[in-house]
């Protein structure tokens, strides 16, 4: 599985777009891009998942540049309860981010908004 | 999105006994399920792979015979932590992969906390 490289830590405001960026250097050709979250003494919530370009939904945005060695999850307008730990999961295998396979779960991001 | 569920969501127990927890797919069918655990201020670690009908396969350094996973339905999976002891400590989650739908996601249970006294 590919090693996945995110910022510790985040702090923002309510209202503001938040991007979160995830280095994954030696991904693969089958790999998809798996972004969750998770809050504290919950399990981690799927948001988005992608594979290139550009992915969008309700909650967010996922911009993967087309040598697909990083990722952006954007949220726009973020609000005090979306403060939480947010996971990027890069994996072999189809759209699970980890295939046949568990997922490996780096540190994740630590994003604090503030009013 | 699809639904897991846990129960318990927290026990606590003596020391020796056992604990089981069980993990639910609540409207999909989940051939495999996963069992991670997670300690204070760090990130989810894998600990098995849950079969239906066929044995869990372990992480290396999960004790085996110290956490029994039962795969017994496609739509249940139980842990259960056999001998406690206050460093099994930990919030317990599980995963089931949603392969319905012609997707393949992994959808994440709310967690059991446990805690051995």
């Known amino acids: 599985l590919a090693k996945t490289t995110q910022p510790i830590s985040m702090d923002s405001y309510e209202g503001q777009e938040v991007n979160i960026t995830c280095s994954h250097n030696?991904?693969?050709?089958?790999?998809?891009i798996t972004w969750y979250q998770q809050f504290p003494s919950q399990g981690p919530r799927f948001i988005i998942q992608g594979y290139k370009t550009k992915v969008t939904n309700e909650v967010a945005s996922l911009f993967i540049p087309a040598d697909r060695k990083s990722s952006t999850l954007s949220l726009p307008r973020v609000s005090l309860s979306d403060t939480a730990v947010y996971y990027c999961l890069v994996g072999d295998g189809l759209y699970s981010g980890g295939g046949a396979d568990g997922l490996t779960f780096g540190k994740g991001t630590h994003l604090i908004i503030q009013p | 999105g699809a639904v897991v569920s846990q129960h318990p969501s927290r026990v606590i127990c003596k020391s020796g006994t056992s604990v089981k927890i069980e993990c639910r797919s609540l409207d999909f069918q989940a051939t495999t399920m996963f069992w991670y655990r997670q300690f204070p201020k760090q990130s989810l670690m894998l600990m098995a792979t849950s079969n239906e009908g066929s044995k869990a396969t372990y992480e290396q350094g999960v004790e085996k015979d110290k956490f029994l996973i039962n795969h017994a339905s496609l739509t249940l999976s139980t842990l259960t932590v056999t001998s406690a002891h206050p460093e099994d400590s930990s919030f317990y989650i599980c995963?089931?992969?949603?392969?319905?739908?012609?997707?393949?996601?992994?959808?994440f249970g709310p967690g059991t906390r446990l805690l051995v006294l």
């Open positions: 030696n991904i693969a050709t089958n790999d998809y």
């Open positions: 995963s089931a992969r949603d392969q319905g739908r012609g997707k393949e996601t992994q959808y």
